[in-house]
């Protein structure tokens, strides 16, 4: 819960931190918008070239990852190339999703999580998929600020009553690390940068607002 919350925070934090970034640079150099999304492109096809399955929404590399087909040092590559592509993509104002690529930042970082555990504790650590889907939904609950609707989603995935008491564990676990460092999930925020702020926002977000 604490690791995806960490993937989470990085997400939200740098995407907003990019988005300022580029916007006070084309005004500063007098770009039109096409550029920063030609640029954006570039930076993207780049990143693909090495790791192709940063491509799209992703579902192909979740699905390697949940049944075990994909190493952790690849894990580990396709979490910070699929934050990295997800964080330019947004910034440069492409039109893209936040929850199939969270869900694959969750998986990855599910799988390396379970693969430490696998080796820290083998008798007891659970399979590869399991971790995989726990990350899924601990990275997706902040990012969203659904936690319910994704432990739901984990439930009906699965049907597995212990896999989805897991799911809870993390999804909660990461929500309250996020809540507490910004109190806001990543619509919020960015309503919040456009000066709408929510009352149902946390006190962090109200402090920090």
């Given at each position: 819960?604490?690791?995806?919350?960490?993937?989470?925070?990085?997400?939200?934090?740098?995407?907003?931190?990019?988005?300022?970034?580029?916007?006070?640079?084309?005004?500063?150099w007098r770009l039109p918008r096409w550029a920063v999304t030609a640029a954006g492109g570039l930076v993207v096809g780049a990143i693909a070239v090495a790791f192709p399955q940063v491509l799209g929404v992703g579902y192909e590399a979740t699905d390697e990852?949940?049944?075990?087909?994909?190493?952790?040092?690849?894990?580990?590559?396709?979490?910070?190339?699929?934050?990295?592509?997800?964080?330019?993509?947004?910034?440069?104002?492409?039109?893209?999703?936040?929850?199939?690529?969270?869900?694959?930042?969750?998986?990855?970082?599910?799988?390396?999580?379970?693969?430490?555990?696998?080796?820290?504790?083998?008798?007891?650590?659970?399979?590869?998929?399991?971790?995989?889907?726990?990350?899924?939904?601990?990275?997706?609950?902040?990012?969203?600020?659904?936690?319910?609707?994704?432990?739901?989603?984990?439930?009906?995935?699965?049907?597995?009553?212990?896999?989805?008491?897991?799911?809870?564990?993390?999804?909660?676990?990461?929500?309250?690390?996020?809540?507490?460092?910004?109190?806001?999930?990543?619509?919020?925020?960015?309503?919040?940068?456009?000066?709408?702020?929510?009352?149902?926002?946390?006190?962090?977000?109200?402090?920090?607002?």
């Amino acid at each position: 819960g604490f690791a995806c919350a960490g993937v989470a925070l990085a997400f939200m934090a740098a995407t907003f931190a990019l988005e300022s970034r580029i916007e006070a640079a084309r005004k500063a150099w007098r770009l039109p918008r096409w550029a920063v999304t030609a640029a954006g492109g570039l930076v993207v096809g780049a990143i693909a070239v090495a790791f192709p399955q940063v491509l799209g929404v992703g579902y192909e590399a979740t699905d390697e990852a949940l049944h075990g087909r994909i190493a952790v040092g690849l894990m580990a590559a396709l979490l910070v190339a699929k934050l990295a592509a997800t964080v330019v993509t947004l910034a440069c104002g492409f039109g893209g999703g936040v929850f199939s690529p969270a869900l694959t930042m969750g998986a990855m970082a599910g799988g390396v999580a379970g693969a430490a555990m696998q080796a820290l504790a083998p008798g007891i650590a659970s399979g590869p998929g399991a971790y995989v889907l726990v990350g899924m939904g601990a990275v997706a609950a902040p990012v969203l600020g659904a936690p319910i609707s994704t432990i739901l989603i984990v439930f009906e995935l699965t049907r597995d009553y212990a896999v989805t008491l897991a799911a809870m564990v993390g999804v909660v676990t990461a929500g309250w690390a996020v809540d507490g460092a910004v109190g806001r999930s990543y619509f919020t925020w960015q309503l919040a940068r456009r000066g709408v702020v929510l009352e149902a926002e946390g006190p962090a977000a109200r402090r920090a607002g």
